[in-house]
């Protein structure tokens, strides 16, 4: 299936430019294209994570719900398409905050990431694996999180998520 991704600046505005993801897309320099990503905390502040099919790039590994963003969409309908096409969880742009946006500057494929926030309570037994991207999902406090971090069980530049759990579950 075509994935047409929008094409940004490194001020994160849109260029007239459009590439297809699955022909292996490179980006110039100063090129970039747009991911989101959600984090779902839950009312006992327990953090919602889903585990990668393992025949995907870092398969096994767990991580909250994200995807790029696809041609004509803005990162709230991204990532609330990616929950629902990955997890079968539909939310709302309202229940959604952006928390922080991450410029990664890379050789062949830089990005913007934007991190989104959900407090909703969802069961388990409601998640539903539809599209094949993801295998499992679980609830885990922070201090599972971290330990999962350092047994590499999740993905490294995730480690950044750690700050901002304080902050929200503050506010």
């Given at each position: 299936?075509?994935?047409?991704?929008?094409?940004?600046?490194?001020?994160?505005?849109?260029?007239?430019?459009?590439?297809?993801?699955?022909?292996?897309?490179?980006?110039?320099?100063?090129?970039?294209?747009?991911?989101?990503?959600?984090?779902?905390?839950?009312?006992?502040?327990?953090?919602?994570?889903?585990?990668?099919?393992?025949?995907?790039?870092h398969?096994?590994?767990?991580?909250?719900?994200?995807?790029?963003?696809?041609?004509?969409?803005?990162?709230?309908?991204?990532?609330?398409?990616?929950?629902?096409?990955?997890?079968?969880?539909?939310?709302?742009?309202?229940?959604?905050?952006?928390?922080?946006?991450?410029?990664?500057?890379?050789?062949?494929?830089?990005?913007?990431?934007?991190?989104?926030?959900?407090?909703?309570d969802?069961?388990?037994?409601?998640?539903?694996f539809?599209?094949?991207?993801?295998?499992?999902?679980?609830?885990?406090?922070?201090?599972?999180?971290?330990?999962?971090?350092?047994?590499?069980?999740?993905?490294?530049?995730?480690?950044?998520?750690?700050?901002?759990y304080?902050?929200?579950?503050?506010g």
């Amino acid at each position: 299936m075509q994935e047409l991704l929008d094409v940004y600046d490194e001020n994160k505005v849109k260029t007239n430019k459009v590439v297809d993801r699955q022909e292996g897309a490179i980006f110039q320099d100063g090129e970039f294209f747009l991911y989101s990503r959600c984090w779902i905390i839950n009312s006992d502040k327990k953090i919602l994570l889903t585990q990668r099919n393992l025949n995907k790039i870092h398969g096994g590994t767990w991580e909250p719900t994200g995807g790029c963003v696809r041609s004509g969409e803005t990162s709230k309908q991204g990532i609330i398409r990616e929950l629902k096409e990955e997890i079968g969880v539909s939310l709302q742009e309202k229940d959604l905050t952006l928390i922080k946006t991450i410029k990664e500057i890379r050789k062949t494929r830089s990005c913007f990431r934007d991190i989104y926030l959900a407090k909703k309570d969802i069961k388990i037994s409601d998640i539903n694996f539809l599209d094949g991207e993801v295998i499992n999902a679980k609830y885990v406090t922070i201090n599972e999180f971290k330990n999962m971090l350092e047994k590499g069980e999740i993905s490294q530049w995730l480690s950044l998520f750690e700050e901002e759990y304080y902050k929200i579950i503050k506010g």
